[in-house]
T-cell receptor, first 112, second 113 residues
Framework: DQQVKQNSPSLSVQEGRISILNCDYTNSMFDYFLWYKKYPAEGPTFLIS?????DKNEDGRFTVFLNKSAKHLSLHIVPSQPGDSAVYFCAASASNDYKLSFGAGTTVTVRA | DGGITQSPKYLFRKEGQNVTLSCEQN?????MYWYRQDPGQGLRLIYY???????QKGDIAEGYSVSREKKESFPLTVTSAQKNPTAFYLC????????????FGQGTRLTVV
């Protein structure tokens, strides 16, 4: 049973606009959340993270929001750039178990 | 430079043969992981190891085996018992503790013919 879900397999956005990626989780023990970016035939690279004691974390063009009551997090990319075209994975972990559980990914395409 | 090295990048094997994928890290990380990526299914955990000489099954361990004899190395063997071995395999490592992210290698594409 998948504990981290990304229900939108793809997202197309115009360059300069905002990209919003969503992620839901079912395990209430998760207390650390991460977003990874992946290009084809390469390993994922870490993008941004948030712990459960916060509801927002910002790093440049990337902001992650966490809604613990809804078990939902989102990644905002603004403004979107052509180099942002990639697959984005949401991941989560619990402090008593260091393995990461990943969602299925969302493919973002930024149109010129 | 520090990092995780997976080799080879592409690997072809005949059905019924065992094959071992290499993963080496020089980041001095305690934990290491193996994931498998299939289209539309994201990354699924095969095995992970938090310390040397100890490892745990992940969500899809059947047909795979691992060893962790050294901190730097975590090889994965895909055995003939794995029913659908063709996939993209990713190795990762992380320091222990909350608030640490995993660093990934470049992956190995295994094709069984």
């Amino acid at each position: 049973d998948q504990q981290v879900k990304q229900n939108s397999p793809s997202l197309s956005v115009q360059e300069g606009r905002i990209s919003i990626l969503n992620c839901d989780y079912t395990n209430s023990m998760f207390d650390y959340f991460l977003w990874y970016k992946k290009y084809p035939a390469e390993g994922p690279t870490f993008l941004i993270s948030i712990s459960s004691i916060k509801d927002k974390n910002e790093d440049g063009r990337f902001t992650v929001f966490l809604n613990k009551s809804a078990k939902h997090l989102s990644l905002h990319i603004v403004p979107s750039q052509p180099g942002d075209s990639a697959v984005y994975f949401c991941a989560a972990s619990a402090s008593n178990d260091y393995k990461l559980s990943f969602g299925a990914g969302t493919t973002v395409t930024v149109r010129a | 430079d520090g990092g995780i090295t997976q080799s080879p990048k592409y690997l072809f094997r005949k059905e019924g043969q065992n094959v071992t994928l290499s993963c080496e890290q020089n980041l001095n990380h305690d934990a290491m992981y193996w994931y498998r990526q299939d289209p539309g299914q994201g990354l699924r955990l095969i095995y992970y190891s938090q310390i040397v000489n100890d490892f745990q099954k992940g969500d899809i361990a059947e047909g795979y085996s691992v060893s962790r004899e050294k901190k730097e190395s975590f090889p994965l063997t895909v055995t003939s018992a794995q029913k659908n071995p063709t996939a993209f395999y990713l190795c990762a490592s992380s320091p222990q503790g909350l608030g640490t992210e995993a660093f990934f290698g470049q992956g190995t594409r295994l094709t069984v013919v």
